[in-house]
């Protein structure tokens, strides 16, 4: 079989994953502190991998495959709420809280308190100090740039702030959470906390659209050579096979 059809059907499936991803970026552009995902494409050679490939060969089996995504670690616009338990973090730090599934990270910091006192996450996941989960008696409530949790003057606690060295792989779990490596998380170096503020999405909408737009038309190119190919073959069967 012609090797182009397997280069289209390889194009067709990675353009076809990367329009979900751009359909995903869009779909939380109103989600606070939520993190654009951005397609990575790898190389994979079709065949026998032991065989010895000439560089023709080797250019016409070379196939583009969708290899993943990465977080986009750009800020946010910070939007003022007025909210004393809205915060933001201006810098490349994440909040650290405690879900079900272990610690994650996130830039979400619409938190509040629960008739327990304690400080969780619009989903209800604890949100964690220095000293563990967050506990806020009644009262009046400051934050300082760097995390200090004031309760009408008094220091109750100090919010875990982690920053992360670039090319670490942050993965998306949904909510605007993210998992780290473990043993990644570094302390703040250059963010700081602002109180009565959220973090927008950094995902813009124009470059989502033209991304989506972008995408369409190179899996709608990949179908139509799909569909070449398959007219060629079958033109192929009805032609030259009864004649053998």
């Known amino acids: 079989m012609d090797s182009g059809y397997y280069a289209a059907c390889a194009g067709l499936a990675a353009q076809t994953q990367a329009l979900d991803l751009v359909a995903n970026n869009l779909a939380n552009l109103g989600t606070a502190g939520y993190r654009g995902e951005q397609a990575t494409f790898r190389s994979l050679l079709a065949g026998n991998r032991n065989a010895e490939w000439s560089p023709l060969n080797a250019a016409m089996n070379d196939y583009g495959v969708l290899g993943g995504s990465r977080v986009n670690q750009s800020s946010g616009s910070l939007v003022a709420t007025g909210n004393p338990l809205d915060l933001a973090v201006a810098g490349a730090g994440f909040f650290a809280v405690q879900s079900p599934a272990g610690t994650h990270y996130t830039r979400n910091g619409g938190f509040h308190r629960t008739p327990e006192g304690q400080l969780v996450t619009a989903q209800g ?3 964690l100090g220095e000293q563990g989960p967050i506990e806020l008696p009644s009262g009046s409530v400051a934050v300082s740039a760097d995390g200090t949790i004031s309760i009408d003057g008094g220091v109750v606690a100090k919010l875990r702030v982690a920053e992360f060295a670039p090319g670490t792989s942050l993965v998306a779990e949904g909510n ?13 170096v250059s963010s700081s906390i602002r109180q009565g503020m959220i973090e927008q999405s950094n ?9 989506l737009i972008t995408v369409q038309r190179n899996a709608e ?24």
Do not use: K, W
Not at 176 to 188: D, H, I, R, T
Not at 203 to 211: A, D, F, H, I, Y
Not at 230 to 240: G, S
């Open 125 to 127: 996941e604890t949100v």
């Open 176 to 188: 605007a959470l993210y998992s780290a490596p473990e043993g990644s998380a570094l302390a703040p």
């Open 221 to 244: 190119m990949m179908q139509r050579a799909l569909t070449l190919f398959d007219t060629q073959f079958n033109q192929t069967a009805v032609q030259d096979l009864p004649r053998v």
């Open 203 to 211: 995902v813009s909408s124009v470059e989502g659209v033209v991304q």
